[in-house]
């Protein structure tokens, strides 16, 4: 994952002529400040079946060494997806929506 | 020019089309209209037979003929098309997407009237309604003009300063229909001139992925329409480079403005097009009554040459000045409101007139311009544009 920049915005003298920006910048921007819900993981309860990472649509499901390690809350925007789609184990959810508190 | 001229009989939709097999655009995109038709119509015909390597793209409207160019450019082509009236008016949309994503089309426009009501003939009411588009705009008196204009403007939209997109304009009919004998180059000199377009960045190019076009909003949507208004003043500069460098290797210099008998008038008016060759014989035949009139011929009107302007009117006491549209302000029309404005820095400002007149391509005769020069030295001139050739 690229690092979050923060961006300093440039003036018009500086800036690349036309309206052309740098391909693949995305994952420099961040994007999951105005989430209301998170998704949370509860380790003991992930069969790393993998289904969240498959679905999730803004590959904000950070996943280390071919296993579920985490969210990446920069780019997660709290759809809800993995939650749902999440099969738990013995019928516990091992992803589940929490307000986000502020 | 050592050399002996190539004198050929040519329209301006000919003469223009000719320019463009010269120059062997990578891609045109286009849809026929009257007058303009003919310029695509023939060059359809070089692609056919193979003179050019061009990748014609028959659209189906004058909205997708430059939403192709515009495609074309961003991925690195040269790319042009040719419209006319509603055409261009199809196109306006568009219009402001070539320019603000700097991309340097070229428009062989023809200058016709809008609808409604339904006209095909020639005034400028399609691209004084394209004025702020960031389009260049150049407007030729006659087919040379077209041909020798059609060159330069490759030229300076692609230089590294402007990048912007032009139409280069003739009067419809009057110009585009009309057959005059006009000097060609030969082909390499055209090629040599116009040399091969390299973009700094370009789509296609693929070890160099950028984004083009994305979404700006009030983040820096103005800085990048600052990058604009500054391209349209630099392009000052450039079209003036080129059309001397123009000039020094084939003996048409070419500038933002042309004067005539302006050093001593005392009444002058400024014109687009082709009413300024039927303005010099009328000036030709006033001076020889010892009527000091003369001419400032606008030929660049986006970016608009105010400096040229204020230093060729300064001394003049009257300016008419005619535009074959009208703005709908209710005051005056749209090039008067320009060099009013420009002129409004002087000290000693000349008096100005409006004179709206040829819409719908309604003939100006030469006694119409004798008595717009006579009324401008008379001095008895209206503050209200004043409506030429109308019936009351």
Redesign the interface.
């Known amino acids: 994952m690229a690092d979050i920049k923060i961006e300093k915005?440039?003036?018009?003298k500086d800036?690349p002529?036309?309206?052309?920006?740098?391909?693949?910048?995305a994952a420099a921007f961040e994007t999951g400040d105005w989430r209301s819900e998170r998704p949370v993981w509860i380790p003991e309860n992930c069969i790393q079946c993998l289904f969240c990472w498959v679905y999730c649509p803004d590959s904000a499901v950070v996943v280390k060494d071919s296993l579920m390690a985490g969210f990446n809350y920069k780019h997660c925007k709290g759809c809800g997806i993995c939650a749902v789609e999440c099969p738990g184990k013995k019928g516990k959810k091992a992803i589940v929506m929490e307000a986000e508190k502020k | 020019m050592s050399e002996k001229k190539n004198l050929k009989a040519k329209t301006g939709n000919e003469a223009m089309a000719e320019a463009m097999r010269q120059i062997n655009p990578d891609v045109v995109a286009a849809y026929p209209i009257t007058p303009a038709t003919e310029i695509v119509q023939i060059f359809s015909q070089f692609v056919a037979d193979g003179v050019v390597n061009t990748e014609f793209v028959a659209v189906e409207s004058e909205h997708s003929a430059l939403s192709a160019c515009i495609g074309a450019s961003a991925a690195g082509a040269r790319a042009m098309t040719g419209t006319s009236s509603q055409g261009l008016a199809l196109m306006y949309e568009m219009m402001y997407i070539a320019a603000g994503l700097r991309l340097p089309i070229v428009i062989a426009e023809v200058n016709r009237a809008l609808s409604a009501p339904i006209n095909i003939h020639g005034d400028q009411s399609d691209t004084m309604g394209a004025r702020d588009s960031g389009f260049l705009q150049i407007y030729c008196e006659n087919s040379q003009e077209a041909y020798d204009s059609m060159i330069q403007a490759v030229r300076i939209c692609e230089h590294p300063d402007v990048l912007l997109p032009a139409t280069v304009s003739t009067d419809g009919f009057i110009i585009s229909h009309c057959m005059e004998a006009i000097e060609l180059l030969p082909d390499e000199k055209v090629k040599e001139f116009v040399g091969t377009y390299k973009p700094k960045n370009w789509l296609l190019d693929v070890d160099h992925p950028f984004t083009l076009g994305a979404i700006d909003l009030q983040d820096y949507y103005f800085e990048h329409k600052r990058q604009e208004i500054e391209a349209m003043r630099k392009a000052t500069k450039v079209i003036k480079e080129i059309g001397k460098e123009f000039g020094q290797k084939f003996g048409r210099s070419y500038d933002m403005i042309e004067t005539y008998k302006l050093e001593d008038a005392e009444a002058a008016i400024v014109v687009l097009g082709s009413t300024a060759g039927t303005a010099k014989v009328v000036i030709e035949e006033m001076r020889k009554q010892g009527k000091k009139v003369g001419m400032l011929k606008l030929r660049v009107f986006r970016p608009f040459p105010f400096d040229d302007i204020r230093e060729a009117l300064k001394d003049v006491k009257i300016v008419g000045v005619m535009d074959r549209h009208d703005g709908y302000n209710g005051y005056v029309a749209p090039v008067c409101s320009e060099v009013r404005s420009c002129l409004y820095e002087l000290d000693k400002k000349p008096k100005i007139a409006s004179y709206v007149y040829g819409l719908g391509g309604r003939d100006i005769t030469l006694e119409m311009i004798t008595e717009i020069y006579e009324e401008l030295l008379s001095g008895k001139t209206d503050n209200n544009a004043k409506y030429i050739g109308v019936r009351e």
């Open positions: 915005k440039k003036g018009w800036l002529a036309c309206d052309y920006l740098e391909a693949g910048s």
